[in-house]
């Protein structure tokens, strides 16, 4: 069995205090859905990729006042 290992390390617990937070719970969101897509770290994407997947996202929430970045499993949204 091929288990993938993500490139970003996951945060027990996330804090935002600032633009960098964001852009790394951004990264994380990210890659986590590239990795259930079947993605391959450094074969199908990189640090960069992430990056620059994440800027046009955290750039347009700080603009507009919106700081709603999670992340989690999806087990604490659902409906019970």
């Known amino acids: 069995m091929n288990i993938q290992k993500d ?3 996951k945060p027990k617990t996330a804090v935002m205090t600032g633009f960098e937070d964001m852009v790394y719970l951004a990264m994380l969101n990210i890659e986590e859905g590239l990795l259930i897509a079947g993605a391959v770290p450094d074969v199908d994407y990189s640090y ?8 046009p ?6 603009a507009t006042g919106k700081l709603d970045l999670w992340v989690g499993d999806g087990r604490d949204c659902m409906a019970g």
């Open 48 to 55: 960069r990729d992430l990056l620059q997947a994440a800027m």
């Open 57 to 62: 996202i955290v750039q347009h929430q700080w």
């Open 7 to 9: 490139r970003l390390i």
